[in-house]
């Protein structure tokens, strides 16, 4: 979506219009006066009205009552966006709160918002950085408690002061090289030097310890996917439906069952992770069964955790390209059948690395089990966020080009005296820093934080 920035006065309901509620808060932005919308309410708009304060009032149409409500007024520049902003607390039925907005975009000059555009509105209007919109945007769509401490991090100004500081070391350095150029016969050649110097390495020690934070990850840490993986027949569908403790997927004994991937979500520690389950990996002609394992491919490189699942009694072609995956936990299936023992210790010998691993039997694991498959999914997301990876993939590309750069401006500082270079080099580098820190934020970057959002924030 392409914003084009009005101020023309939108409106839109800022909870969740899916299902009724108790209550429903719909938000106007962007009008002149509260005049205009005084003949929507019983409460005497024209008088004074208070910013930050609820009145009860009665919303009215030409005479007839349309709901009582709650209204607050937040008067601009003091408010979420800069703007002139009336919050009305309606009651939460999706076809009251529909017939409101209907009401004012009707009767009362407003148009509805477009995703995002009360915050598009905030940062024009500089209430909110680029890097804090983001924050906002990870702090409403995250899956893990990681996500949401790292989006509020964000949107509160904590991981926002790192990156300040880093400008703020940046600017420093750069006051050192002009320093160099119009004062060094004033302090000496010797002492310009050292400040240029020591103001680069100390910026370079704050930057690295960013640097690491930036973990090569091809899973997604904002939503984990925990992905069941075997060839047909292996009793991916039936371990689904355990871990969900309901027949979601269709077990059946005909190969080929699961056409595409099920997902379902899955809450482990106060973590939601996505468990999905995919199709049997093998040799198809059939067109839709072999978008189906394509996908499963594509499902199992993208995946958080990874789970084999074994018949050894149903060893076919494809299986040797399968467990050349790195899986998280390889699981044995059908124990309960005859001959179980050596069928499982023939599928080890050929492929080593798959065992000696645990079977199981589906109809009558113990309750252990699966607090055992918690841990490990647990002990796993722990170990990966211990080291405070950034999650969102803009900054994660811009540390890393920034690295790249700043490497490259090291390696000439040590060699160059030509200041026109160094300056070049320096340019590049602290086009990367205010990218980073949100000064710079190109139009592609704003359509593509703001399709994340819902309509009324």
Request: one cysteine or more.
């Amino acid at each position: 979506m392409k914003f084009l920035y009005s101020d023309d006065p939108i409106i839109a309901c800022s909870t969740c219009t899916h299902a009724h509620a108790a209550m429903g808060v719909i938000r106007i932005s962007g009008f002149k006066s509260l005049a205009q919308f005084a003949p929507f309410f019983e409460k005497d708009l024209t008088g004074p009205i208070e910013p930050r304060r609820v009145y009860y009032t009665k919303l009215v149409l030409q005479g007839q009552t349309i709901d009582d409500i709650c209204l607050t007024y937040f008067q601009g520049p003091k408010s979420y966006n800069g703007e002139n902003i009336l919050e009305l607390s309606v009651h939460g039925n999706t076809l009251n709160i529909e017939r409101i907005l209907e009401l004012f975009v009707a009767h009362g000059g407003c148009r509805l918002a477009s995703p995002g555009e009360f915050t598009y509105r905030a940062l024009k209007n500089k209430k909110l950085t680029l890097s804090q919109v983001e924050g906002l945007d990870l702090f409403l769509n995250a899956n893990t408690g990681y996500a949401l401490d790292q989006g509020l991090s964000l949107l509160s100004g904590n991981l926002q002061e790192v990156y300040q500081e880093l400008y703020d070391l940046f600017l420093k350095h750069k006051s050192s090289l002009e320093l160099s150029i119009d004062f060094s016969e004033d302090i000496g050649e010797e002492a310009a030097h050292k400040y240029y110097t020591d103001s680069l390495d100390e910026f370079a020690r704050k930057f690295q310890a960013l640097v690491k934070r930036v973990r090569p990850m091809e899973h997604n840490l904002i939503q984990p996917e925990i992905v069941l993986a075997g060839l047909p027949n292996s009793g991916k569908s039936s371990l689904f439906n355990y871990l969900l403790s309901e027949e979601r997927a269709i077990v059946s004994s005909i190969a080929g069952t699961t056409r595409d991937y099920l997902a379902e979500t899955m809450v482990i520690e106060g973590v939601k992770y996505k468990l999905i389950d995919t199709a049997g990996i093998r040799e198809s002609e059939d067109v839709i069964e072999s978008e189906g394992i394509k996908r499963t491919k594509k499902k199992l490189k993208d995946s958080f955790f990874s789970i084999l699942l074994v018949n050894p009694f149903e060893i076919i072609e494809g299986f040797d390209e399968l467990v050349n995956n790195d899986f998280d936990l390889v699981l044995f299936t059908h124990e309960d059948l005859p001959g179980f023992k050596e069928a499982r210790d023939s599928v080890v010998k050929k492929h080593p690395k798959l065992g000696p691993m645990g079977a199981i039997d589906l109809k009558s694991l113990p309750v252990t089990w699966e607090e055992t498959l918690h841990a490990l999914i647990n002990e796993k997301y722990l170990n990966t966020i211990d080291s405070k990876p950034i999650l969102l993939d803009r900054h994660k590309q811009l540390i890393l080009q920034t690295n790249h750069v700043l490497t490259n401006y090291q390696i000439v500082s040590r060699s160059e005296t030509d200041v026109a270079i160094l300056s070049q080099e320096l340019n590049a580098l602290g086009h990367c820093i205010s990218e980073l820190i949100g000064i710079v934020s190109p139009d592609q970057i704003l359509n593509s934080i703001f399709s994340n959002f819902c309509i009324g924030k």
